[in-house]
């Protein structure tokens, strides 16, 4: 999927300081690849950065091309992880996904990413 | 009970990777052995899976399959532990149970697993 | 349904005086008509007592009868209210039940009954 | 029940203006004549004086004769206003008391009194 | 938009006596005409039945139907109010819009319908 | 008390239309003429103003004089209704005190003016 | 102030039927013009659309414009309903503005506005 | 006070696997053996059992047991770990208690046992 | 301070066994020793006793003390630190007071002791 | 931008302790260099001061040095710190700011400080 992400960066501006940048996404929505049925949920992005932040409005853009897309939560939180952190290059980095109930049940998903 | 047990899997998307899934289920009901009476409560499942995943949809029928067996609190915890981890093989398994009041008392109980 | 109500009475204690008694049973269950899936909500009585007083216990074990009744929302609490007023014969009585979300959709039904 | 009650008053500081005082006691438990045990609740005393307030020590006293006393809920309900209306001569009162669940039924009973 | 509508009904079980039925569809999306991002919010329908009630699963599908259009909130909540009151033709409806915030302002619109 | 009120007004700027202005002091306290302890509360003015309103800082001020001040609950808010309807002449005032619990009891007076 | 308004309109698109919108503009800031230190609060509109309604970016850029206004709350809150309904002509409108705590007090305005 | 304690045991339906049950009293009440007047409070039970598991219609009836007790917080909250771990032998146990306001001031207890 | 400080000790019912004892104020009021005006804020007293404990309405009449002192949040905050674990001797204790908005500002303090 | 910070001291009333402040700042508002828009959120600042310890007052007009500044959330935060470490010198030091949602998205950055 990595080819399609236009998440854009601009320079991290303490670079060499570690800190934490804690971003939200409580209006995001996926499709159920079994059902057709809309999901809705928040993303939760956390990160350390490294020469780099994450710019938000390319962000939301980026959130929004899973508006149509069929996909299951489990793999979209470890897409998110993987697309994030493979543009941003971040020291670490933790993407958490909470979805609202389906047949009385709610998921949430919690990813790790660490810089070797 | 493991041989009526039919929580179906579906494989880890991301096999290799250490993440957690937490699912709740709080629209449980089972039945007080003692009394014969409805208990109400919530179930929280969280895991880290390792080849498999668990599918939500056999996972709430199999949930309801307590609706009207005769049970304590502390067996159904545990119980509901040893299905689901015999089946789906996590790295690790937290059960909680937290049940509504009886006799102005309220009841929890956590039970975990570890892959050795 | 009335023949099989078994909602027991007590002498109401300040006959005469207009009062109101609120009862709430958050833990209702009953059954989905089409799908088989348990429905779960929460109850709320409130009536003006004229002769009798509705005892709780016998109200529980009648709202336990609805467990495994496949039902719809609207249905229940018109039955509910018929068969509780039919019983009690109250002054004035409203039935309210709110259901948890399916498919990300909650359903409150509000029904009133006057003596004339 | 009247001959033991000991609530005290205090002249009304504003007598001939109609205005209003609520009361609660969130504290307030009694036993239930059927199963012996206690129940716990909460009672709110709302009233438009007219000669005479209500002095609230003696009021928590008179509550906490109830500590012991074997009685349903629609009966105190009636007989705190009955008892402090008695008393006190309010231009108006109301009283609300509010009890913990049993059997995961919660009640709340509102009884009004209105001078001639 | 009628002719797209295809909103099911079903008989009132208590066809004659007034009482109303609240649904909420708290995971709204739609699109903005004007800026082309998506839009979320939460819609709330109340009606007084009279011949028939609203289907659910046929609701859910109706709400979907505005996932990729581009309207306004008043005039959605004003179309939605006059589709599901021209085809259910309850005795009175209301429908309520309430959206999150775009530019640190949000907005909540409420339109009614009465039967002549 | 009235001749050692210092309460400010300013000019209505808008004089002749009818609007309210609520003004909550959340940070009041007196003392308990019977104990000699501190109460802690909080007092609630809602008012349409006539030629004049109310200058805030005055008003804390004012409220400040009942911190070693031994008066009851009852006295104290129709006392503060009396001073400041005094001094503003409105067209409406309410006066709410709400005070924090003493021996597990809480207790609330509602005050109103109305000009003739 | 109207001069200065530059608040834009659009077509009421049920223009006929009264309902209700209200904005929330909860980043509402201004200053005091006693002490030069700037106020927070929230701005709520409500409104009975007549031929037109108030577009949201213009009402933003709007209350943008009280950012480094010295004026009091009294004063403020009558001048956006004057703006407001001046511009929009609506068949009813209410302002009601909440400011956070200043010397532990906080105030609330409510105003309204009623075509002829 | 160990010799009066009737609390019953059942047998731990998964011996070996430590977990944690906890129970929530939240209707303690027991008396203030300096001012004879009722306090009110919560009392919370977490515990690994061992061999046993504590019956909890027992614990009822043994926590009214201090419903006329003159005692002191610290004392109580001690007593209660020593005669439910004295007759349970849990492998771990803690108990707080939490009482309401008493004075404008709440005191919590936390007292915790280990076995060796 | 020392030598002013009333606070009352009991012996500690449980010598030898450590466990903690949080006793929260909420109704702590001191003066701003700049502007004069008054504070208002919360204590939180956590100790672990070893010969004594703190006596509550001695404690009471202590923190009344600061009800009419000019001192600043950092000061009175080590302060009662001092004075509380010089008179108590615990083995561990902390305070932390927080305080309400001040020019829209809120401020927390928390200072340890520990025996040695 | 340090040579502007007016940022005042006062002298830590207990030098060698160590202990920690938190002081929030709830009403912060800068303009994104981007869209020239207002940002609004909260700071919090959390620090064991070593000689000094930060003054609120102007700490608050500092504050407000940033009401009409374009900057963005990751670049004050760190400008925060690094001003307020540089003038007080505290041995340790976090500031927090989280932004209300811009494009349904809101914002968390996290910065510390350690005393070599």
Chains 1, 2, 3, 4, 5, 6, 7, 8, 9, 10 share one sequence.
Do not use: H
Not at 27 to 44: A, H, L, M, R, Y
Not at 48 to 70: A, F, H, T, W
């Amino acid at each position: 999927m990595a080819e399609e992400v236009k998440v854009e960066l601009f320079d991290n501006p303490r670079f060499g300081r570690d800190y934490t940048i804690t971003t939200r996404v409580p209006e995001f929505t996926s499709v159920c690849p079994k059902t057709g049925q809309p999901d809705f949920g928040e993303i939760i992005i956390e990160y350390i950065p490294d020469k780099s932040c994450i710019e938000l409005k390319s962000l939301k853009l980026y959130m929004q091309g899973y508006r149509n897309k069929g996909i299951f939560y489990e793999s979209l939180t470890n897409d998110i992880l993987d697309d994030l952190s493979g543009v941003c290059k971040p020291r670490w980095m933790r993407v958490t996904s909470r979805f609202t109930p389906r047949g009385g049940i709610t998921t949430e998903v919690v990813v790790e990413y660490k810089a070797e």
